[in-house]
Structures are given as C-alpha cells and as structure tokens.
C-alpha cells in the first residue's frame, strides 16, 4: 500500500488501541478510553491531536460530533496487514475443535461440513465452506440401495471417499438376485474409469449381462453420471448465517434482511470465496468496500485455502461485520485448515 509508511509508531499504537477497544465494544472511542486503559505514557491531548490527524488521513471516522472515533476500512486494512496480534487458541477452544474432529470421518464432503461447524462455533460469526474440486473423477464403487419395488438410490462411491447418491424411478421387477448382479457387472466393467470412459458398447455390455432392460440400465448409468458430475462441481456450505444478529451492527431489521438474503444466495458467496482460489492466497481479507458486492460493504470475509501434497483444494472461510475479532478467525481458521490437510490426507491414504 503506498500509504503503509504514513503512520508513526505514535499513530499505529493509538489507531490499534481504537480498533482493539472497538472490536470489544462497538462503542466508538474517546482519548480519554485510550489514556486510561492503555499504556501508551501519552496523555489525553496529544492522544486527541493524533486521533485528528488520524482521522484526516482517513484511519478512523467520528460517527457523531463529541463522540468517540470508530475505524474506517482503510483502518481495519491498515490493521489488518501491519498491526494484527495472531494469537494462539485458547486451549479450552483448541480441545472443543479437536474433540469435535475426533469423530473419523470418511467421506470428505462430511468432513468439510464438519469443519465449517466447528469454525462458526468457536469464532461467533458465519463459517462458508467450499467442497474440494476434482476433475476428471474416478468411480471406485456403485452401491444400490431398494427403497420401494418402484424406487431405487443409485450411490456412487469417488475416489477420495466422496460420496454421491441419485434416487430413481423405474417399472423394472428387482429381486436381490438382480441387484446383486447388477451391481457385481456394474463395478467390474466402471470401477477405476472416469464417467468419460463409460462408452456406449460397455454399457450394452452390462445390459447383455445382466439381462436387465435397456432403459434401466440406461437410468442408471444417467444417475451415475448426475452423481458423478456433481462430485466434480464445488459445493458451498454455509453454518452460523444467524450468528450475526447477535451484533449491533445489524440491529436494524432492513440491514439484517439484506445481509441474511444475500448469504442464503450460493453462487454469490461461491463467487466470493472462490476468488482467494483463483488468486491462490493462503490468506486472505476482504474488509467492508473491498467486496464488490454491494450488501457486503458492511462485512469482512476472511479465507484460507486447504488441501493435500500442496495442492489447493477448496477454501474455509469466516463473514461477519468489519468490526471483527480478526486475530481470533486467522488463528481459528489456519488451526482448522491444518487438521483439514491432516484429515484429508489420511482419507486418500485411506482409500489407496
């Protein structure tokens, strides 16, 4: 940033003093908070002087005249890149989330789900996951699981232990003879191929084999196909969206409205959250303004990326208003991520 040599050491102790007392109290602060409560040996006059000065640099704002000063984005950002403390986890918050991931998990869309929980528990605020991306997946199993004489779920097994399921409607008469064979052929001619690679003469094949009619064999390779192309799309969870009702900051009915709406919109928070992906930072912090999305100026997000054999899989993530504990959710989430790559890691190993 071309204005990161701006400050002094005097300025930046003030500027974090308000952003610390802030992010505590949603109050706006006052010089005579910052003598009191920090130790800086400077009294509340020159404290004054330097929060003016702050203030016409663009640091801080004073909501209303005679009040205290708040932080403005260029504050938190200024924050953020050159003041920010990351602390360690508490250990109560440390054995919470690693009780929580004790549980083996072998299917990895749970596992991340898992995680995402966890994050919007220990920080307070909304948690967004991204599932792992794959291309190109690999079918390790089919399974078949009778629902009803009419209605069968079709669950496909990909490798790394992710695990998709259609459920069909069909008029075919199946006994567990029929059903055990299909899924015996099935698995021998698809098991290790990409979808790609199930070619029409594979599939007449099966249907020879098994001696099942063509159009239900045909709905079922559909419905493995569906299952396989969705393992291949990213899924985003999201845990905790109310969580940010507990804050001031939206205490107003319309502003909470907006912000729920637009958190219950997918693709706009996979659009946002995929961005880190694409700039493939480890870390990364978008604060109020920096979001290009309106509703969002409010908000901060901050993400990091997971993964396995440093590759970059997917990316955990944590929303809540600019007045955020940012020290905490970059601990929270890095803490996290290592567990995610540790778990992941022992799934692939797992499945071979």
């Known amino acids: 940033m071309v204005w990161e040599n701006e400050l002094n050491e005097r300025k930046r102790s003030i500027l974090k003093s308000i952003i610390d007392d802030y992010v505590q109290t949603a109050q706006p602060v006052g010089s005579r908070t910052i003598a009191r409560k920090h130790e800086l040996g400077l009294g509340s006059a020159t404290i ?45 918050e440390i054995m919470k989330i690693k009780k929580a991931m004790d549980e083996r998990i072998e299917e990895l869309n749970q596992l991340v789900k898992r995680a995402c929980s966890i994050i919007s528990s220990v920080t307070g605020y909304t948690s967004v996951v991204l599932t792992p991306q794959f291309s190109k997946a690999e079918i390790k199993s089919v399974q078949f699981v009778v629902v009803d004489e009419k209605r069968l779920l079709v669950v496909v097994v990909a490798g790394m232990g992710i695990v998709n399921n259609k459920l069909i409607k069909h008029d ?71 969580n940010l009702l507990n804050y001031p900051e939206f205490s107003d ?26 700039k493939n930072q480890k870390l990364d912090v978008k604060i109020g303004s920096e979001n290009e999305i309106g509703p969002m100026k409010d908000l901060s997000v901050v993400t990091t990326l997971y993964g396995i054999d440093g590759r970059d899989i997917g990316a955990i993530g944590v929303i809540g208003p600019t007045r955020m504990a940012y020290g905490k959710v970059v601990s929270s989430i890095q803490f996290m991520k290592d567990l995610l790559n540790r778990e992941i890691t022992r799934i692939f190993s797992d499945k071979g």
């Open 48 to 92: 004054r002087n330097e929060m003016a000065d702050l203030e016409e640099l663009g640091y801080i704002t004073q909501p209303h005249t005679s009040a205290g000063r708040i932080p403005s984005d260029k504050g938190y950002r200024f924050y953020v890149d050159h003041l920010m403390q990351i602390h360690s986890l508490a250990n109560e």
């Open 172 to 242: 075919t008469i199946l006994d567990d003879n029929s059903i055990a064979q299909l899924t015996n052929v099935l698995n021998t001619r698809i098991s290790g191929r990409t979808i790609d690679e199930v070619t029409m003469p594979m599939i007449m094949e099966i249907q020879t084999l098994t001696g099942l009619p063509a159009t239900f064999v045909f709905l079922v390779i559909e419905a493995v196909q569906e299952c396989v192309r969705r393992i291949e799309s990213t899924d985003v969870y999201l845990d905790g969206i109310t």
């Open 253 to 278: 009915l319309l502003k909470a409205r907006e912000v729920l709406e637009l958190l219950n919109e997918e693709d706009v928070i996979a659009a946002l959250v995929k961005s880190s992906l694409k």
